[in-house]
């Protein structure tokens, strides 16, 4: 099937970061024409006339079958939070998974994220039910000490089986996930950094989210979580640690060697008060990949990467006092084409290029939070004035998911409907 989306703003964020006006066609799957005027048919004709069209946002961090749990655990101190997520995670069924995930992939998906990074157990749940919402998972099967988890047998075998079951399925990206060092002896955190090399895939992890969590480590080990980590061999490229904001230089450094990502979740650290920002202009300095996260719904209450590119922008600012760290074009690169080689994909998705595939969004041009619109002010725009709502219509891998705002892949109203019922039995205790 041919796609032709016509007379559009587009911001390719390929590697000239330039901003075109014209068409964009898609075969299939992939981006065969970006710019000037395509004088065939398509199967599929998108009027752009005065949008703004961008790659897909990738999230490098989420918990997207938490989204049945929004608002059960606001306003409350870090470890009351822990312990009333617990005890709830502990008593999930598949069903909620089910609906949890799609709950967040519609939220997802109306915001203009394509791609996202998860942590969680069930993945194989969590996976079935991305697929069906038509949206990228990378779906890392959370492992821990075993005497540590409600997991039923080993963890880590528990996501090598689901590792072989969803390898090759389309859109999904089966990867490892570690807890934290917090509930990871060195066997396990070693056995998961050996199995995620061995195959290949993405390994995530929570890193030095609090000061408490450094502080403990530190006292067990000698070392600060970063530098054992990098000592025990667990860094490397194909690693995103989430959070990531109580580091010293050293650390910093340490990370860039290993050509490593962080996923900063500046929302959810500032919700939860753990206190820390992410040293983002260090991280850049030594050549960490640096990548947006939003977290799940219980720590940031949003999936929304278009208000977290803003947040982390602000906080980065505010915290230097210095108006030009983090400039809009580099957190939009944040949020898409660092997301993508976050997670190795930096070849495929991650900006708008022929031979790509087709991870899509189109925005509202004609939404007066986005005018005046003009190539010198279209990056600036998008960073700090769009929102949620002038998201039009996304296309994943050449599949629309969101056509003129309305979910196309998943019953809407049945899911949201579902959402309540679960929350009302899992929180109303």
Request: aromatic share 6%.
């Given at each position: ?184 002896n060195e066997e396990t955190c070693v056995g ?26 530190k006292k067990k080990t000698g070392m600060r ?205």
């Amino acid at each position: 099937m041919i796609t032709v989306i016509r007379n559009a703003w587009i911001v390719t964020q390929n590697s000239a970061r330039d901003i075109l006006k014209g068409d964009i066609v898609v075969d299939g799957e992939k981006i065969v024409q970006v710019g000037g005027t395509y004088n065939g048919t398509g199967d599929r004709e998108i009027d752009a006339s005065g949008d703004i069209v961008m790659p897909g946002f990738v999230n490098t961090h989420s918990h997207v079958a938490m989204s049945v749990m929004k608002g059960v655990v606001d306003d409350l101190s870090f470890p009351d939070f822990l312990d009333k997520v617990f005890k709830i995670d502990s008593d999930r069924t598949d069903s909620d998974l089910d609906i949890g995930t799609k709950l967040g992939c519609m939220e997802m998906m109306r915001s203009g994220t394509t791609t996202f990074v998860d942590m969680y157990y069930s993945e194989d749940v969590i996976a079935k039910a991305v697929q069906e919402a038509g949206i990228r998972g990378v779906l890392c099967w959370c492992v821990l000490d075993q005497e540590c988890t409600t997991q039923i047998g080993n963890p880590l075998e528990n996501c090598k089986r689901f590792y072989s079951q969803f390898n090759g399925q389309r859109k999904i990206v089966p990867g490892v996930g570690l807890q934290g060092v917090y509930v990871c002896n060195e066997e396990t955190c070693v056995g998961a950094a050996e199995f995620a090399r061995e195959v290949k895939a993405p390994l995530t992890l929570h890193l030095s989210e609090t000061r408490g969590e450094v502080n403990d480590h530190k006292k067990k080990t000698g070392m600060r979580p970063a530098e054992w980590l990098d000592h025990i061999g667990v860094l490397g490229p194909n690693v995103i640690a989430a959070h990531s904001a109580w580091m010293t230089m050293n650390e910093v450094r340490l990370m860039g060697n290993a050509g490593m990502s962080i996923a900063s979740c500046p929302a959810s650290n500032m919700k939860l008060a753990t206190g820390g920002v992410a040293p983002i202009p260090e991280y850049l300095k030594y050549g960490v990949n640096v990548s947006i996260g939003t977290d799940g719904n219980t720590t940031n209450n949003s999936l929304d990467m278009i208000s977290e590119m803003k947040i982390l922008g602000l906080l980065q600012k505010s915290s230097r006092w210095d108006p030009t760290v983090t400039p809009a074009q580099q957190l939009l690169d944040f949020a898409t084409i660092n997301g993508a080689k976050a997670i190795g994909m930096q070849d495929k998705i991650g900006s708008i290029e022929v031979g790509k595939y087709a991870d899509i969004v189109i925005y509202d041009g004609k939404a007066p939070n986005l005018r005046p619109a003009l190539k010198e002010n279209i990056v600036t725009n998008m960073v700090y004035s769009a929102s949620t709502v002038d998201v039009k219509t996304v296309m994943c891998q050449g599949d629309i998911v969101v056509q003129d705002g309305e979910i196309m892949t998943l019953d809407k109203e049945k899911v949201l409907d579902a959402s309540e019922d679960i929350w009302k039995t899992l929180c109303l205790r």
